[in-house]
């Protein structure tokens, strides 16, 4: 069910309306749009009654949401949601792309570095590294936990870049939620409803990657769990699911760009990294994912691949990502973007 | 690495080994056997010294495993793993084929009860009920949690079933561990790879469903989380995986069975329910299951199906029940298998 | 639409409603019953006026097929279609099992012979064997043609078994139509409508193969394409579908069996060569196939399958034929069937 | 195999080792390169002797093609082919992107000059309509025939637009080959081999789409099966997979452009129509496609989709096909493309 307010309705008038609904056991997620507020109302306790809520002052109307998902619905917010990021002109979901660069894993301080200054230069916003790494074998490299997220917010410090890196489970969710500025759910997790829920009780945004055999409807589910604990800062990620092809290591479904933005508000990114697992095809994919309307591109980038402790047959060099940025920018205008070329910090007057 | 004892190495011979891997940073998993002791040796911090090894009092020769999962592996352990439950006859990967019957989730202590009653008055020695529901959506029924769990508790001391339930995250592990007989893994944790180490850290038999989109080497890898934290009881479930066809909820893979049967010693079972979400197709597929050589099978009985808070449509009546332990009953020995009826208990003498 | 005629009506009332239908541009489909006779109408020129056909004599009502297939559907016919061979005891889709085997491709005679005189020892009542190969490469062996079926026709004259073999095209189809007494269209020329339309033509019973990624309608609407041509023996058979997984050549969908039977009359078997394309499990898989209710089984035997032109690694040796045919003939009757074991050919009174 | 002549090899010798790998009883393909003559030899009698052919007079070496397919591979052809159509400017494969615009099936003449007369204006050089429909359902509309190619052939002389049909068996072949320009062999007879090799034996351009479930090797091997019987020509076709994704009728991989381009010298387009089988989906995909590096697309227009006899929904409106042609000529630029506008055709002189 959703409330929509009337233009003119008061703070006081949607605050009065969520309290209301509180108190019948529903939880009242207000949801500001251009115009006027709507109030998303989630819970597994049946239906609201329909009628008493119209009654309530300020209210416009009261409609049914019918899809599965409702606060990912574009049904409930029609506008695109824009994630911005506080102090900065970083944003994604707007008409800025958003480049998200940096190696699979974080090895040590000098590779994160060298390679954090080559992606900034290159004019990327987003910094990504693995601090904690889901392998499919226990006795693969792990990541290095707190000691990469350390080594990330110093990156963060230097070159302005904000860190998106990977929680795996609700311990290093804590830690992640401490130090990135996106809370990345892998693959793996996106139906690990424990976690995704514990990320709702955040307020930082979350990067959901699309699970290797998840339909549409099961990603925006995943993206409704963390939603319903109240964090609307949901980005999607599609990153390649798994068919019988084997020309790549996964299959790039770039048609679920447009499908997302028919159904849902919430911005969706491409990983034409995991998606393709070969270097030779991350270019093409990620003009490609630019090309369908994607609100951005997250990928690896490698300095040295051949000795990266993961995934280094798909890291591009840096120089490629010098080639891909000059290629994305091309591309934006004719989808009505822009790439912005670096992160502008804003200095607080003292 | 694998280190294989000489028959008539002593017990402490054995633990001299465990205890010079441990001294050099790797984990010493003792496997005995019908002839003799193996020892696995896993870490990732590179390989032992073979020479070093071989040298010890004891010791006949050291293997290098050449699979990436090593404990899980028939190289490891020739032998079929056999998990026993205390004080009972029932087993799970012997001659005895494993019935785990009830419904998706407990609902209330008399659904609950009804069920558990006609599946043991058909044979079944186990009961599965969920009391922690993974749903799509955050909005369906999640689980009656720590009061099914009791109910089950209840149910086990009143028809000697043994009890088979889900635990979805860190918290519900610990409190399924407490009352279960068998702890699941669902499909959409099984690379839940911090889910999987703590299960390993428990004392528990772990029943670990094949994510929807696993291959068998993953799935084998997933064993191989829960096994190097030293919990060998592990129990593989294939439940359907996902593919185009639409004439069933997911596509039931039985060649996994022989499959894993080459490549593994321990125990598969299937589950018809999930695999076909049809209650019209579970009994041919039950049989099927068994015709293949699986060691067991997991289904969903309900006596109201219709009224079922979860997965109705797949649950089978209690009289279909009946049939399909006569029909399981009669191929059983065609593939050297035996179902027992009714799970026997052993009193202890005072 | 389907006109279903009165218990009692006569041959030449049948015949009425029959050419009624045809003079109105559509095509008439006599399906006699156990209890009456049906009538399908089939043609792509709209709708027949159902008032005008009800008032023809003998009509007991018109009924209108939902399902895209219509003479495939048992909306239509009701009770199981089963094919019989004429001066034989042998049949496909009735109690009795069928077992067709035998190399994938024709070598030479005296593998042909070899093969055949041991499958026809063991039971078998049918014999496959290739002489048109649909190869994926150019360059690779494509079947000794016409020789192979003569070489057929001669080991049906000896060992009394009915021959099985796959048409390609137009012209294989006229020549194996000549020689075979089960034309085969394989599961790369599932949805070649004009060989469909044209094995339609004939009137020999076809076994159709599931393509590699059909669903369950298709392979049903493929069915139709032939009886939309009036010829109603057709033979389905699930060989496996293309998937992710790794572990088996394909993925033998076996829960396609009981969907079948619920939506249609015809006929199915299983290949579980083709449908793992590993030696090792054929045996688990045709047990299985037997235990879901399918009609046969179809599998591949070789004497000497290293030296295999095609399919070697899937091709069973006689001795673990036989060990299948005494498995299954244990499962059978669980499901109702019988496992014939040999043919019994009438010789007809001089 | 591949026999490389010298650069200064005369026709004469070139016909000669021609000759020579003839009477060996293997078939020559002499492939002319930009700096010298390649042939390939395909046959499957075994192997050629080196020794000889690298004696004869303007040989340069004898190379072995390791992959399945050889006339398909880079190995044997390093320049990309580039197919042309005499007395015109159209080409596939080179500097100029090819866009193939048309409705999925002529209806009518009225319906067929109205769409022919709008791509032509929006500067389509390719004209696409289905004279013959390969249709799931044997009772739906099957095309037109010779009549819709008379209509193609009339809106060839009108509009200068090159003809691009779908041939579905050996009879609609020698039809399609008489009025079109390029032949279309579709997805579901991509590995009718029959129908392939009698593709290979006429001298006009075939546009191979690829099969739903068909792998890399497979779609490179059907073409093969078109070259190994002398017919280069081939132009290769993305037109999406089957997966368990339900957002798009099929599921589009994009990501076997670049695949395609780093194993074979082939012309590779997309059909993002059939791709999404949603329109609203068409011109994302479309403008992706361009942005992967494929060679063009092909697209189905339609003026009033509604009314389509076939496939409404996932043709777009006229007005949408001038969209999408601005779109990929602002993308054709960054991946060193050009998209001409109109075909021109030459005026031979008197």
């Given amino acids: ?75 409930v917010k029609e506008e695109d949601t824009v994630i911005r990021f506080a102090g900065t002109d970083a944003a994604i979901g707007g008409r800025d792309l958003a480049i998200i660069a940096g190696p699979c894993a974080i090895e040590n301080r000098d590779q994160a570095f060298a390679i954090a200054e080559q992606v900034a230069a290159a004019g990327a916003q987003f910094f990504r590294g693995g601090a904690y790494k889901p392998r499919t074998s226990p006795y693969a490299f792990q990541g290095l ?119 849902s508000h919430l911005p969706i990114l491409v990983d034409p990294s995991h998606g393709t697992g070969r270097r030779d095809s991350v270019l093409p994919m990620a003009r490609a994912a630019v090309a369908t309307g994607a609100d951005g591109v997250l990928v690896e980038v490698h300095h040295q691949p051949d000795k990266a402790l993961s995934d280094g047959p798909q890291s591009i060099y840096p120089d490629q990502f010098v080639r891909m940025m000059d290629e994305i920018e091309q591309i934006a205008p004719v989808v009505g973007r822009h790439l912005p070329r670096g992160i502008h910090i804003e200095i607080a007057a003292g």
């Fill in 145 to 263: 936990g707190v000691e990469a997220l350390r080594i990330m917010a110093d990156i963060r410090f230097r070159y302005g870049l904000r860190i998106v890196t990977e929680a795996i489970d609700n311990e290093s969710l804590d830690r992640v939620a401490e130090y990135a500025d996106v809370i990345q759910i892998g693959a793996r997790n996106m139906q690990n409803f424990s976690l995704l829920k514990r990320a709702g009780k955040l307020r930082k945004p979350v990067l959901l990657k699309r699970g290797l055999s998840a339909t549409l409807d099961e990603f925006l589910m995943a993206a409704e769990y963390i939603m319903s604990e109240g964090n609307y800062e949901v980005i999607l990620c599609e990153r390649g699911v798994r068919t019988f092809a084997d020309h790549a290591r996964n299959t790039l479904d770039l048609s679920i760009v447009p499908a997302v933005q028919r159904l």
């Fill in 1 to 75: 069910m959703l409330v929509v307010m009337k233009a003119q309705a008061t703070p006081e008038e949607i605050q009065a309306v969520c309290e209301h609904i509180e108190q019948l056991g529903f939880r009242a997620h207000p949801l500001p749009g251009a115009q006027r507020t709507a109030i998303g109302i989630t819970g597994n306790q049946g239906e609201v009654d329909r009628g008493n809520l119209e009654a309530l002052s300020g209210v416009a109307e009261v409609i049914r949401v019918s899809k599965p998902y409702k606060l990912a619905s574009r049904d």
